[in-house]
């Protein structure tokens, strides 16, 4: 039995670990675990020893510098886990203002039939809930959503779009997410909002912090009926 | 500095990437073609990581307003300085008030221009990279366009022309099993590796597209996002693959049936759309070798390059 409770390790191409934790969801909540992914990350990232730390949806990929590494840092990150360590990350409550449906929000409708729901109700759902951000990725700035409720869940597109606007809100699989600059993409588009998550005119300065969102942070959003009327509001987002 | 005259089609300028910054979502970006720039940047006495200016076929002009040397590796184009013809994989000096212009390709996709002392575009997250899709980096985070001036770093001296040969470009691809290749029939494995791909129209620098036969998982797959790389072949439900390049994305959901090798990678950059490629099955010790191969490839060019300089 335990045994079973332990991560999968595999190694990715020539230079990067993949720590799977997909198969331990049902010992332990989905948020419980990506804490204790966080606290190994941030173990990781003392050392040096890597080019690029990525945690993802219950995983951590870790990108080697030297490949000679990899060996090394399998036992070390099992150890690692069994330390069952977490970080409770202190995150801020984001809102984010979203006009649902119609020309922002092309799948609403198929997302509602999918779910036998009606368009109406997957966005009362989508806005009642709160949303842990998980990790960033896709894009900069991209938040991968937990939280989203069963009723929702609808499968990718069969073929992604080649390119999705800017502020789009979306639901592929078990997630939700914002896509924070036009990009190909396979989600299912339910609405759009107008807030900038990750801002690249912060040219030049190695230390700013570009992205809105943070893994920790606690997203909701807010329905509203056109997006103009958040234009205004935008620049008082948080960041 | 450097003015452009007529921008070609999707010049952008580049150097080895942006690492370190994946966990925000910010892909690695760089020169598609990794060793044509890090030859370029040799032959003009620039470290391998300068930046340089990644064409993308079409006519380009270029107007100098310092004396400079330059080279032109990669794919080949037509290169001329007024109206004289230079050698493409040769260093060469161009004056001040002299227009550089490049038209092509003949062969190959993307041609890398390394100019002594490097494109000197400001670093945005340790990189001078630009990617296009998030509209940072490089020159104003997008590709170049006319009446655009870029400022160059300091003159080198250097004081004639040389020249190196490139590595032959084949259509032969190797490639490392990916984690979910297991998931795939097997009638979709063999095909995986026994048929030609085509490079279809809609590959840019975020992806190669490949058409072909379509490849079919044994069951539906739901998996997780992690991190993704340039290399990771992805197969999304239309079973047609994706190769992710400089400008993929971090993550990813899709299942991945292999990791083409780093030392491979550049092909991908040098394939135009409609031309067939083939994967070549290694295993974690051929990728080895092959990566050993090709730094001897580079160690043995920089020696050259300083016993001729």
Same mark, same amino acid.
């Given at each position: 039995m335990s045994k079973d409770l332990r991560p999968k390790l595999f190694k990715l191409g020539e230079k990067a670990l993949v720590l799977d934790c997909a198969s331990l969801s049902g010992s332990n909540s989905k948020l419980e675990i990506q804490r204790q992914i966080w606290h190994i990350s941030d173990l990781c990232k003392a050392s040096g020893d890597f080019e690029?730390?990525?945690?993802? *949806? *219950?995983n951590l990929t870790l990108f080697f510098k030297d490949s000679k590494k990899i060996p090394f840092w399998s036992n070390q990150v099992n150890q690692f886990w069994t330390h069952k360590l977490v970080q409770l990350k202190p995150g801020k409550l984001i809102q984010i203002p979203v006009q649902y449906g119609g020309e922002y929000g092309p799948d609403l409708n198929a997302v509602a039939q999918y779910n036998k729901l009606t368009p109406q109700e997957v966005i009362e759902i989508h806005t009642s809930a709160q949303?842990?951000?998980?990790?960033?990725?896709?894009?900069?700035?991209?938040?991968?959503?937990?939280?989203?409720?069963?009723?929702?869940?609808?499968?990718?597109?069969?073929?992604?779009r080649l390119a999705i606007p800017a502020g789009s809100v979306g639901i592929g699989g078990e997630q939700t997410g914002i896509y924070p600059a036009q990009s190909p993409g396979g989600w299912q588009l339910i609405g759009r909002s107008s807030v900038n998550l990750f801002d690249s005119t912060l040219f030049g300065n190695d230390r700013a912090q570009p992205s809105l969102l943070s893994p920790g942070d606690t997203v909701q959003f807010i329905a509203i009926e056109s997006l103009g009327?958040?234009?205004e509001a935008k620049s008082e987002v948080p960041r | 500095m450097i003015e452009v005259l007529t921008p070609g089609f999707h010049t952008t300028v580049q150097d080895l990437g942006r690492t370190g910054y994946r966990h925000l979502g910010v892909s690695v970006s760089g020169a &598609?073609?990794?060793? !044509? &720039?890090?030859l370029a940047n040799s032959l003009v006495g620039n470290p391998d990581n300068a930046a340089g200016l990644e064409?993308? !076929?079409?006519?380009?002009?270029?107007? =100098?307003?310092?004396? !400079?040397? =330059?080279?032109?590796?990669?794919?080949?184009?037509e290169i001329k300085i007024g109206s004289r013809e230079i050698w493409h994989g040769w260093r060469n000096n161009i004056k001040a008030g002299e227009t550089l212009s490049l038209r092509g390709p003949k062969s190959g996709m993307r041609a890398y221009l390394a100019i002594d002392g490097g494109i000197d575009v400001p670093l945005y997250l340790g990189s001078r990279s630009t990617l296009t899709a998030a509209e940072l980096g490089g020159h104003q985070g997008r590709a170049l366009k006319v009446g655009d001036r870029i400022s160059l770093g300091n003159k080198l001296s250097i004081s004639k022309p040389i020249g190196a040969v490139q590595r032959g470009y084949s259509n032969e691809i190797r490639a490392l099993p990916g984690p979910e290749m297991a998931q795939f029939t097997q009638q979709s494995r063999k095909v995986f590796w026994s048929?030609?791909?085509?490079?279809s129209n809609d590959s840019n620098r975020m992806g190669a597209r490949l058409t072909g036969e379509v490849?079919? &998982?044994t069951q539906e797959l739901n998996l997780n996002s992690h991190a993704v790389m340039p290399g990771s072949i992805q197969v999304p439900p239309s079973g047609q693959p994706i190769v992710l390049l400089a400008d993929g994305q971090t993550t990813g959901g899709y299942p991945k049936i292999a990791t083409v090798i780093e030392a491979d990678l550049w092909k991908l950059?040098?394939?135009?759309?409609?031309?067939?490629?083939? =994967?070549?099955?290694?295993?974690?010790n051929q990728a080895e070798d092959a990566n050993y191969e090709w730094q001897q490839y580079f160690y043995r060019l920089q020696r050259s390059i300083d016993a001729n300089s």
């Open positions: 690029d730390i990525v945690p993802g *949806n *219950n949303y842990s951000v998980l990790f960033l990725g896709f894009q900069p700035g991209f938040p991968y959503l937990h939280g989203l409720d069963k009723r929702l869940f609808t499968p990718r597109l069969a073929t992604p009327e958040v234009e | &598609l073609d990794r060793q !044509a &720039l890090i064409l993308t !076929a079409g006519t380009f002009e270029l107007k =100098f307003y310092r004396d !400079a040397w =330059f080279t032109l590796t990669g794919a080949n184009y048929s030609q791909w085509q490079l490849l079919d &998982l950059a040098q394939t135009r759309p409609g031309e067939q490629l083939q =994967f070549i099955h290694v295993s974690p």
